[in-house]
């Protein structure tokens, strides 16, 4: 199965060449605007499979509040804010995304959830959140985010950082499937697209490896099959404690 993959691989890689080209010249930038539009329609339809999910994570979140005040979440990857209606009441909500295109969407997100108190929104990427303090966060939050990201451990080491000891990192992301699957296989073909349509997504990313090498006091992972899209199937959901 490995040649024929690698076999069909190329031919993606070879259908795809003008997206490549577009790239290499910056025009992709321009696809930086539409994309989250995309992703705003687009989690309409995953909120709703993963409802259940979200819910039963998130209902952890309150282990974690600190005795003499409200919860402090950062949000990395916020996206469009698709993660707000699951948050407690009254939690102080930090967003960062390395796309401004997002805010639109995002302001719409908190507007529609005012039982939160949101505190800012920083246009960064995961790997330097250097406008956070050292041990300033009770929660950091990451869903559908570490596939993209340039640099997944370094991001992970952020969101330690910022955490305060005690502190959780909760984490809902897509990964690589079984090697022996299907669904691998075709997620090594059609990669170079999914790199182009998901703004850097990949879908052969083994997430789980790099949390559970991140040194976290307690990490409590599951791997699960989601109700999506079968590229982006294989899921894992969980916490790591710093």
């Known amino acids: ?12 890689k070879i259908l795809i060449l003008p997206l490549y080209l577009v790239d290499l010249l910056g025009l992709y930038r321009f696809y930086k605007r539409v994309f989250p539009v995309l992703m705003y329609k687009i ?21 974690f509040s600190p005795r003499d005040g ?8 916020c996206g469009s804010g698709a993660n707000f209606q699951h948050y407690p009441s009254g939690c ?7 796309n401004p295109h997002f805010k639109d969407y995002l302001q719409k997100s908190m507007d529609k959830n005012d039982h939160l108190v949101y505190v800012n929104f920083v246009v960064a990427p995961g ?18 985010v570490l596939c993209s990201v340039k640099n ?19 984490f809902l992301e897509h990964v690589e499937a079984d090697p022996s699957s ?3 296989f075709f ?19 083994a997430t789980w490896k790099h949390l559970e090498a991140a040194g976290f006091s307690d990490l409590q992972l599951r791997h699960f099959q989601a109700p999506v899209f079968s590229l982006i199937r294989p899921h894992i959901v969980g916490y790591g404690v710093k």
């Open 43 to 63: 989690s309409f339809s995953y909120n709703s499979k993963m409802n259940e999910k979200k819910r039963e994570l998130f209902r952890e979140l309150l282990r």
């Open 127 to 144: 790997e330097d959140l250097r406008v956070v303090e050292d041990n300033s966060m009770d929660v950091v939050v990451c869903t559908l």
């Open 152 to 170: 997944t451990p370094k991001v992970i080491q952020e969101a330690k950082r910022v955490l305060r000891p005690g502190g959780a990192f909760f």
């Open 92 to 98: 102080k909500i930090t967003c960062t995304d390395p």
């Open 70 to 77: 409200p919860l402090r979440l950062l949000e990395v990857g």
């Open 182 to 184: 299907w669904i691998y």
């Open 187 to 205: 997620q090594h073909v059609f990669q170079p697209f999914m790199y182009y349509f998901g703004d850097g997504c990949e879908t052969t990313r």
């Open 1 to 12: 199965m490995s040649v024929l993959m690698h076999a069909c691989t190329l031919v993606v």
